[in-house]
């Protein structure tokens, strides 16, 4: 009887959740990897789609203008990424343990202002830092040249132009880490770090020593979600940089989109997704087994 | 207790319900009529004009569909403006629901798709014959596939040289370039630098927007002879005269380096360096479309009277100044329901048509010359002669005869989405103007294959 | 802790901080600044730092262009109907996977959970052909019903509710509470601050989201959230003198998730710290 009317419950109080997520994501992922195998145009019902096997995957590691845009894109994302990562996780850091510490007044102020850059729409950070990057109008290149700098292309170069992208999303993003650090921080008991401080330790000896080994799982959550997040860019390709100079900011969230929509290739666009699902994995998963080895030392 | 939660369970219903009546009825506001008009008798047609023009231009729209409304109480005319870059994605997005704009000012490069898609609908006999009868004979072709018209011409681009005459003077220079050896001599000349940087640039190059990288480069092409799709629909960019306008754009980036390529980048919006470094006066000559100019003169103000215009220099191997050309069009969704799209052509018919602006011409040439565009309609062209002599725009429309369309073909859009990559890795010193040649070649006949298959 | 650093140390410190908080704050002042910029000084080079004659006319410009009360109504509706689904179906299942038993809970939790790391864009066209097919795409449902449940949710929900004790709910399971009134009226003041803070991140994700809203509404005004009225701005961009006018569209799009954030900041840090995520 219990029973019964618990699992009435269950199945009343999941199913909102499980309707949702599976009509919206599962099924969704299920087509995305079933039309990776089909020739299909997106402005085309699903059941016009064509079975090709894995014809769409060869063109994407073909030596053909599909693979190499789509190669681009796919080396553009992660390099973005990684270097998003390298940048925000020691800033974060670093930040972080300056308002965890709290040494001096204007912590809070501080925390504050970094986080508050979390909460602006990454259309008007894209909008507002293509004027700020302007060759002739820009304050930027303004300030360079007051330290004897000269301009700088920013987003119109090819080797600058993704790095450039990097810096709004770290500007953007590293008060949202900032806050996990400290988060992270304040599970270290003080006690261990008396404990150390009597054996002599000094600071960046117990950073190396105590903190980042204990703040490790922290991390590698930053690090799994800075690299989820970084994967989404998209409004700043999309509204400044069209994926130039020379595809050197074409990223894979923008790519799929055009593949996919603009030129209605949904099965390639779909292989595309897919690959970019099977990448993520195997480095999330990679992720969490040095966590996982972390612990178990 | 029980009838607490009994009492909990209606509230979390009365949320879900308000939740999703409050979405149903906002969407509802946006697709059939306001609740307000739905009074029982005549439903109102609710349609919808998708574009990528400006503020101030939509304002004017709005004119002619506040005017259009009045006299026909049952329709309800919905302006959506998007950037440029998001145009296609929406037109190509709507594909599949009825709920997609009723209208669209399209490319004409990127109709056989949508009509291979049955996105499109077929003009009504009626507006055919009116299209056939009443613009010239190779707009309305661009307008239609096999045969049948799928929509009103309305706009025709086209490119001239672009220079500015303070810039010339101050380097000794009395005229523009006819050539292209005397463009690279002049250009040089007109080049200013800061140790190795390129202050002011002689000629300016366009990336990152595909139109803009491509269609000057496809004009140099045309006025040396070339070709790039022949007439048997083969791509032809391994042509000699290809070779020579690769080589051209290496010279300009790389060689005599008077074209800074980061000078000229443009955003989603087709604006961006390559129109800033053009009104500030940190580039010399571009070749640009006619339809610029209302975008120079808000930026320049004063400044705009040094701006001339002159054909494009012809090549080596070339003849005589061609310039590409490609109009738009406006069409309506295969999609939307009968009475939408009946509302529609008949909504075209009267925006394109003498009766909707004064003095007999249309109200699409008004909003089109406003922002410095030609209008195509046969008498649209007549009415406004008086304006089209002004300085600006003398060469464009000396040089519309001589003018030769970019290609429309299946795959248009990737083709010179492809050209326009090799082009720019060109530009950037990332490839040789002999590899850039090939792998254009081998980019436009995969390309082309693919979107034939 | 303050007594151990000398002074030098402290003030090089605290010149640091001010040094990081300007330059975090910096575009944002920039964008603030220039919207008040009349176009004479927003044409100029080297740029105005600071405006001489400060203009709101750009606001008002932006009034004529974009449907500024209806944008944010959207914004409203789509962030705050999301964030309420995403509440709901977060704490009923979050209670379920934390609290009952039942045959296959441990794989429904991972195949659920496994869709937290999935980048939107994996889903992104057959997902726009479903909501097309269900007649939503171009408006405001077509938007907000796909989000109204997601795995972050479920995930935080259930580490915060497996902290409640079993004791309260059995106890008032004895009173003849219905599982329901269990949910909103024991679970849900226990774990507050946890939606507090769910609230938070789910209202400024679905307030700032573009990419979704971009392809579902497909160029649809009158449904158009700020983000979306945004772009629409870009087409503004043909002269430099108009940057006030984007500048002034964009401090209006920034300001109501910056307000929430001020009030709700003291609710994250806690929450961050006890979710389990992080340590």
Redesign the interface.
Known sequence: MRIARQNWWTAGFLAPSVGLIGIFVLIPIALTVWLSLHRWSTATPFGDAEWVGLDNFDALFGSDLVGRDFRQALRNTFVYAGVSIALLIPLSILFGTIVHRAAVRGTTLLRTVLFATYTVPMIAVAIVWSKLYSPTEGPINQALGWFGISPQPWLSDTSSALISLVFLNVWQQLGYFTVLVVAGLTQIPPSVYEAAALDGARNVKLLFRITLPLLRRTLLFCVVIALINAIQVFEPVATITQGGPVGATNVLTYHIREVGIERSQGGLASAMAVTLLLALVVVVTLVFALMRKGDDR | ??R??RY??LL?LA??AV??A???G??D???GGTTASGGGSGEKVKI?F?T????ET??AFERVTAAYEADHPDVDV?I???????L???L??????D???TMASIYDLWLP?LVR???LSRAPAANTSEIEAEWPANLAAAASVDGAAYGYPNEVDLYALNYNTRLFRAAGIDGPPATWDELVEDAKRLTVR??D?ITQQGFGLI???AAGTVHPWTSLLYSNGGELIDAGGRAVLDSPQAGEAFELVDELANGAKVSS???S?????T???Y???F??G?TAMIIMANWWE??LR??MRDAFRDVATAPIPVGPSGDAAHSVSYSWMTVVNGKADDAEQRAAWEFLAYLNGPDSGEEGHSAMAALLQSMGILPSRTSDLEAYRGDLDRDFLTAYVEELPNAKPFPIVLGG??FTE?LQ?NL??L??G?MSAGDAQERSQ??AE??LETAAG | MTGRIGFTRRAALLSFMLLACVMAAFPILWMVATAFKSPDEALQTPPVWIPGSPTADAFSNVGDVIDIPRSFLNSALIAGLTTTGILLTSLLAGYVFAKYRFRGKNVLFAVLISTMFLPPIVTLIPLFRIVTQMGLDASLAGVIVPNLANAFGIFLMRQFIAGVPDELIEAARLDGASELRIVFRIIAPNVLPALAALAMFAFVYHWNSYLWPLTVLQGNESASPIVISLARLLTYTGSAANTPQVMAGATLAVLPPLILFVILQRFFVNTMSRSGMTG
Request: hydrophobic share 35%; charged share 20%.
């Open positions: 207790m029980r607490t939660s909990l369970a979390l949320v879900c939740a999703f409050a979405c149903g906002s969407s506001d946006d697709n919808s998708l990528h023009w400006a503020p939509v304002t919905e959506r403006a998007v950037p440029f870059a998001d296609l994605t929406t190509r997005s709507q594909a599949g629901g709920n997609g704009p798709e898609d049955g996105v800061d140790g940087r990336s990152s927007w390529p980061q000078m980048t443009a955003d989603a919006n604006t961006g360096p129109l800033e470094n009104v500030s940190k209302s975008a808000a930026g859009q990737e492809a990559r720019e890795a530009q950037a990332q081998a980019d995969s390309v």
